[in-house]
Structures are given as structure tokens and as C-alpha cells.
């Protein structure tokens, strides 16, 4: 065998062997000099180790510190963390055993710092043992990196089906405003938040006359456009929805006081009866608004919050067409509702 | 099939022959619009559809496809990430060959569902290698002697591949080693540039 031989019970091994074997070791002698180090380690420092005391190699950090051989010695067989004088802020795990000649044996492993040593200190697979898992390590951790991207990457293609999936479920087709479903979800989530708000029924008046005057292509283009307008005066709160042929939603998030609602409802009137240009024709409609509000202390019931509002509606229609009915409820004053 | 196998032939098929070759196979095959996930698993019926849809498309022998396959596997820029996994298995190209007993251990290590054919190393007295693999899909071998030229050529060596026999299920590689350090190689580090 080479570079080992025993004698007595104890095995001695060349410089060279042990290099191979513990490459990151600290051989020291009674007085704590170093004897030799291992070729891995002496890489790390970047100089010869040979004869200087350990405590300029190494620093104790748990469970002790030791400057000298005795304290070193006096932790011999625990689990040991220790830095390099190069490298003070990357831990180390290492182990010291007592040599026979009062020296000790100091064997260096990078623990979880492996990474970033690796990097720091451009080492190669030659620099481990090949009994070492570190290698393995890397590996692992550079597989475990392409593997999780690689998922991440398969969850976002999925969230962006789901997410294109929900709003093609929640979307009129013809003019890409919310559909009942959304209107329905929207409801919900703000009657559950407590949050105030206006819910204005409009129906179109005289549309079924464009349609079937002009055709429902044409038809299409009006509702496109009525769309547009009503959009138009939406903050990015509110909520536009088509609920029927020629009837639309319109949630008014925070605004409650009757006037102002009054207000942005006849203007979007002005603003629908203004000539609809389709091709070589121009289109005149109007529309009839209802609105029911609700505040805080309000029970949240979605159910009675249409149907207000569609009694307000009914009570345009029946007033002549183009107007805004908001209705307020029997417990305030004499009136079911306030026509405005 | 596994979707990284599958993903690797559609990134092949896209990347050496062009996105419209791709959509042609992927449309024969039946192979869904947006192409196969890495991530997820496959029939193995539909991997063959494709390859047979790719054969006949390019008008080349299955072998040759296959062994190209393997050959961008290893050499291709984008795919680095697989280059330097397989870096890992030695510091030589005699060593990496002699981990490649471990290659399907390794695989698992990193996606444990992921299956390769059982490779199994044998030195022949003129310092040849032969690599017996079994089990994988029909023609498998081609793919590993397209990587493993591949690889020579990373680490620097001169060596001459064939596949030798081929039976039902199974199949031999053979390497003549010309020359270990016949050029410098490609640099491997064992931490990526970040």
C-alpha cells in the first residue's frame, strides 16, 4: 500500500494520500502551527499554510472559540463552526481529532455554504474527494433550478388560461362589457364589502326600431357604440354590463346622493341621443334610466337592489321615455320614489 | 412519453428545421396547438406520431433525425442548462463515461418521473467502450450516440461511435477512445454564470 503503513494500532499516511483523501484538513503540530494543509484548502487561502498558527487559518465560532492548541483540543469529536480568514462571512462545518504527537487534525467542510464557496473560489470537481457528495450537491441543486423554472413557467401559461378563460366567462361578446355573470360577482363582492353605491338600470328606447329598420348588423354598431359612451364614463370602480338586448348595467361605486346621480344619468341620455353615425345612415335612439341605491346601513340583498331599480325604470318609461327615476324607499319620506 | 423528451424533440424539430416544419408535424401528429409541456406526461403513441410525421416531412431517415436529436441536445446554446447537468457526471470524458451507468439515477434525482433506458458500461480490450442500453423507446440509442459525440467533442476527446447491435428493446453503443486531449473542450465551472 502505498503512502499508508501502520504501526502499532495506528495508521500513518503521506502528505500526498491525506491531501487526496481530507482535501480541505489542517495538520498541526503541538504547538499548533500548521503542518501541512490540504491542496483545497491552501486553493481557498491562496497561499502556502505551512508553519503559521491555525488561529491565522481558521476562528473558532461554536461551540467555543480556541486560540491555542489546548482549547483547540478540548473540542475534539463535536461538531464544530468555524470561518477562514478569507472568507469571515462564509460558515464552515468542520471536526477536530487529537494526533498522537499532541498536534491535532482539523478536517474543513463547506456545509451549506458549498454554493457560494464554489463560485467565490472557482473550484472544480478536482477539488473534492471523489467519496465528496458535494458534487452531487450541485448537481442537484443546479437540476432542482432547471426543474423549478421550468414549473413555474408551466404555472404561468396555466394561471394565464385560467385568467383569459374567466374573463371570456364574464364578457358580453358583442361589446366586451361585463355580462350578468360579472355584473352578479361584482354585486356580491361589494354588498359583502359594505361599500356604497348607485345601480343604474338603462334601457334603450327606440332600438328596436334601428334593428328592424336598418338590420341587426346595424343594430350591432349602435349597442357598440352605446357601450363605448357608457364606458367612457366609468372610473376604473365601476362596472358596465350588458344584461340584455338593449339593456345595460352601470355600477357607480361611492356615489350615492340622488342629484349627482341624476346628473350623470340625463347626460348620459344627452350623450346617447346624439345621431349614431353607421355607415351612410345615422341613428337616433334614446334611453330610459332607473336607479337604486345602496348605503351602509342597507341590508346587502342583491335581489331587492334590481328589482328597485327596475321599478324606477318602469316609472321613466311610463313618464315618457328618456328620463332618470331614482327611487328611495318608503321609510324616508311620503314618496316610493323621487323622479328627477 | 415524458413532456421533457416531447419538449425536447418539438424545441429540435423548431430550432434545426424551422417553426413551420413544427406546426406541420405537430398538426399530423395531432400534437395540441401550443405545443408539449415539459412539465406533464404523454402517451408514448403520440411521441411516435410525431416522429413519424417529422420522417416523413424531412424526408430522412429516422436514424439520422434521431442522432441530430441528440447531437443539438448537448450542443445547443439554449439548452446549456442539459449540457452542464451532464457535465457534472465527470472531469474527463473517460470519467463522464464511466458515470453513465448513473445517468438514470441522476435523472430521477432531478425529475423522479422521468425515465431512460438503462445504460450499462463495458471496456473492451483495445480501450474501446460499448454502452448497452435497454428499455426507452425504439431507436433511443441514435439519440444517445448523437449526445455522446456531442460530448466528446465538449470535453476535448476524439472518439469514434457506432451504433453495433440492435435488437428488440435493445441496443449497443461502441466508443473508440482516438484521443482524450485531441483539443482544449469546452470550459465547464461547477457553479452557472449568474
Known sequence: M??????????????????????????????????????TLERIAGTELAGRPFAEVVSLRRPAAATDI????????????????????????????????GGALIDISMGISLIEAVSRFDLTLGDFSPSDLAVELLYLHEAKSVVSAELSRLA???NGARVSAEKEAATDTLTGLANRRRLDATLARLLGQGRAFALMQIDLDYFKLVNDTHGHDVGDAVLREVAHLLRAQCRTQDLV????????????????EPFRIARIAERLIRQIEEPIPVGMRECRISASIGVSVFSR???????????????????????????????????????????? | ??????????????????????????????????????????????????????????????????????????????????????????????DFLFSL????????????????????????????????????????????????RA?????????????????????????????????????FSLVADR
Open chain 1, 156 to 158: 404561468e401559461r396555466l
Open chain 2, 1 to 94: 412519453m415524458h413532456g421533457l423528451l416531447n419538449r425536447a424533440i418539438q424545441r429540435f424539430l423548431c430550432d434545426t428545421h424551422g417553426g413551420e416544419c413544427w406546426t406541420h408535424v405537430a398538426r399530423v401528429a395531432g400534437v395540441d396547438p401550443g405545443g408539449f409541456e415539459a412539465m406533464l406526461t404523454y402517451e408514448d403513441e403520440l411521441t411516435e406520431a410525431v416522429l413519424e410525421a417529422a420522417v416523413a416531412r424531412l424526408d430522412l431517415p429516422r436514424e439520422m433525425i434521431l442522432e441530430d436529436l441528440g447531437t443539438y441536445l448537448v450542443s445547443h446554446p439554449d439548452l446549456e442548462a442539459l449540457r452542464r447537468l451532464l457535465r457534472f457526471g465527470g472531469e474527463t470524458f473517460v
Open chain 2, 151 to 187: 460530448l466528446a467533442d465538449d470535453y476535448g476527446a476524439l472518439a469514434v461511435l457506432d451504433v453495433i447491435e440492435r435488437g428488440p428493446g435493445q441496443a449497443t453503443v461502441s466508443i473508440s477512445l482516438l484521443d482524450t486531449a485531441f483539443h482544449k473542450g469546452r470550459s
Open chain 1, 297 to 340: 346601513q342597507d341590508s346587502p340583498d342583491p335581489k331587492r337592489l334590481m328589482r328597485e331599480a327596475d321599478c324606477a325604470l318602469y316609472q321613466s318609461k311610463g313618464a315618457g321615455r328618456a328620463r332618470v327615476t331614482v327611487f328611495t324607499r318608503p321609510e324616508g319620506a311620503a314618496d316610493n320614489t323621487d323622479a328627477a
Open chain 1, 2 to 39: 502505498t503512502g499508508a503503513a501502520r504501526q502499532g494500532g495506528a495508521i500513518m499516511l503521506d502528505g500526498a494520500v491525506l491531501g487526496r483523501l481530507l482535501p480541505m484538513h489542517l495538520c498541526l503540530d503541538a504547538e499548533g502551527r500548521v503542518r501541512q494543509a490540504g491542496p
Open chain 1, 241 to 256: 354590463a350588458r344584461v340584455g338586448g338593449d339593456e345595460f348595467v352601470m355600477i357607480l361605486v361611492d356615489i350615492v
Open chain 1, 70 to 101: 489546548a482549547g483547540l483540543l478540548a473540542l475534539a469529536g463535536r461538531p464544530l463552526k468555524l470561518t477562514l480568514a478569507v472568507a469571515p462571512a462564509l460558515p464552515l462545518k468542520g471536526l477536530v481529532a487529537g494526533l498522537p504527537d
Open chain 2, 101 to 148: 451507468d448513473d445517468l438514470p439515477e441522476r435523472a430521477r434525482l432531478a425529475v423522479p418521473d422521468l425515465e431512460l433506458p438503462e445504460l450499462e458500461l463495458a471496456e473492451d480490450t483495445e480501450g474501446g467502450v460499448a454502452i448497452r442500453c435497454r428499455g426507452g423507446w425504439p431507436g433511443v440509442e441514435y439519440v444517445l450516440q448523437g449526445m455522446l
